[in-house]
T-cell receptor, first 115, second 114 residues
Framework: AQSVTQLGSHVSVSEGALVLLRCNYSSSVPPYLFWYVQYPNQGLQLLLKYTSAATLVKGINGFEAEFKKSETSFHLTKPSAHMSDAAEYFCAVSASGGGADGLTFGKGTHLIIQP | EADIYQTPRYLVIGTGKKITLECSQTMGHDKMYWYQQDPGMELHLIHYSYGVNSTEKGDLSSESTVSRIRTEHFPLTLESARPSHTSQYLC?????????????FGNGTRLTVT
């Protein structure tokens, strides 16, 4: 069985500060890992994904994430927060990378940007 | 610009009513999904389809039903709405594998049953 744990249901940072959203996973096989973002009143959109290529993955809007197998982590970072980054962020894991019926989402982290 | 469309965006309805939430996509994706989303909780897959005339139940038990008569259309129906059905419902579609192509989500339908 696979699972995802996102530490912190709410994270607050100042504009211009580093953003760090934590995600730990469990999977019996090498996983596919994803970060999705949900802006208010919208659906989710893909930020970035890890599919067993480079361990440092760059995504849209200046976000990146590093796959660390030894720590079973896939934390999301951005060097400098912008007000437009305020949103809900979801980490997700898939053992097979096949259909989304095999995709498990975390509970989400609400990112708050302080002016 | 959305490639996957959900209607209505908001719906308030009384207990016992039959409702259908519409979802259409223009990308020609074979795979389509319905998720239920509640605040502070993970998304739960309630139904999915891998093609026309193919539907399966997801990991969260749901009293809703779905149909897939056309590739682009994947409606969800509640025969008799109850307050416990109050939630946000998200429709999504994908290409052959999520490893190679992302899930595309609609903007959701927020359902309130009074």
């Amino acid at each position: 069985a696979q699972s995802v744990t996102q530490l912190g249901s709410h994270v607050s940072v100042s504009e211009g500060a580093l953003v760090l959203l934590r995600c730990n996973y469990s999977s019996s096989v090498p996983p596919y890992l994803f970060w999705y973002v949900q802006y208010p009143n919208q659906g989710l959109q893909l930020l970035l994904k890890y599919t067993s290529a480079a361990t440092l993955v760059k995504g849209i809007n200046g976000f990146e994430a590093e796959f660390k197998k030894s720590e079973t982590s896939f934390h999301l970072t951005k060097p400098s927060a912008h007000m437009s980054d305020a949103a809900e962020y979801f980490c997700a894991v898939s053992a097979s990378g096949g259909g989304a019926d095999g995709l498990t989402f975390g509970k989400g982290t609400h990112l708050i940007i302080q002016p | 610009e959305a490639d996957i469309y959900q209607t209505p965006r908001y719906l308030v309805i009384g207990t016992g009513k039959k409702i259908t939430l519409e979802c259409s996509q223009t990308m020609g994706h074979d795979k389509m999904y319905w998720y239920q989303q509640d605040p502070g909780m993970e998304l739960h897959l309630i139904h999915y389809s891998y093609g026309v005339n193919s539907t399966e139940k997801g990991d969260l038990s749901s009293e809703s039903t779905v149909s897939r008569i056309r590739t682009e259309h994947f409606p969800l129906t509640l025969e008799s709405a109850r307050p416990s059905h109050t939630s946000q419902y998200l429709c999504a579609s994908s290409g052959r594998t999520i490893g190679n192509s992302p899930l595309h989500f609609g903007n959701g339908t927020r359902l309130t049953v009074t």
